[in-house]
């Protein structure tokens, strides 16, 4: 079985920290993607990756970075954390269209 | 861009009544469509998937979705729900040959005893 790791199932920081969240998959799949889950708007893409090193922007990618330096490995920083980023942050990674998810990370920025 | 439309947004069943979810999308070509199901705490997981061939695709518990392409349509449905269907469903799609998969706002069901 595919398993899709995120290093927090709940984080709370305050507005302008700094935040990393970490997420891990053990298929050696290629691609990787960040999810923000928000009641009555689903599922929307921030980031996603393709490959080592190799990112692409999604449909939200405004107040966030992404880091993939090792393939099982995709980071979502949160550079500047704001209220409007409170969410469920999901993960997912990815093989011939199909992707496996994570557990979440709900994130509370106070 | 792909946009995907899950019209019910919230819809209450009794047990052993059937099931429909609609999903539209917009999309001119190849598709690759696709049935997520979160149940409460729970993973989001993959229901059913379409990618091509028979039009009517097979799920896992009982699911099942007929893709219609003259009407850019993905609709999910089950004959009979069970208490344990309670749980929010999301249609996506992937324009073949891309990574990018949009998905739908969600649906929340909930199935009475």
């Known amino acids: 079985d595919v398993k899709v790791t995120q290093s927090s199932r709940y984080l709370v920081k305050r507005t302008g920290e700094k935040v990393f969240l970490e997420c891990v998959q053990d298929?050696?799949?290629?691609?990787m993607f960040w999810y923000r889950q928000d009641p009555g708007l689903g599922l929307r893409l921030i980031y996603f990756?393709?490959?080592?090193?190799?990112?692409e922007k999604g449909d939200i990618p405004e107040g966030y970075s992404v880091s993939r330096e090792k393939k099982e490995r995709f980071s979502l920083i949160l550079e500047s954390a704001s209220t409007n980023q409170t969410s469920m942050y999901l993960c997912?990674?990815?093989?011939?269209?199909?992707?496996?998810f994570g557990p979440g990370t709900r994130l509370t920025v106070t | 861009a792909q946009s995907v439309s899950q019209h019910n947004h919230h819809v209450i069943l009794s047990e052993a009544a059937s099931l429909e979810l609609g999903c539209n999308y917009s999309?001119?070509?190849?598709?690759?469509l696709f049935w997520y199901v979160q149940y409460p705490g729970q993973h989001l997981q993959l229901l059913l998937k379409?990618?091509?061939?028979?039009?009517l695709v097979k799920g896992i518990k009982g699911f099942e979705a007929e893709f219609i392409k003259s009407k850019f349509s993905f609709n999910l449905r089950k004959p009979s729900v069970q208490w344990s269907d309670t749980a929010e469903y999301f249609c996506?799609?992937?324009?073949?040959?891309?990574?990018?998969?949009?998905f739908g706002t969600g649906t929340k069901l909930q199935v009475i005893p």
């Open positions: 997912a990674s990815s093989f011939a269209g199909e992707q496996y």
């Open positions: 298929m050696d799949h290629e691609n």
């Open positions: 990756s393709y490959d080592v090193k190799m990112k």
């Open positions: 999309y001119g070509g190849t598709v690759n």
């Open positions: 379409y990618f091509s061939g028979d039009p």
């Open positions: 996506a799609v992937r324009p073949g040959g891309y990574q990018k998969v949009t």
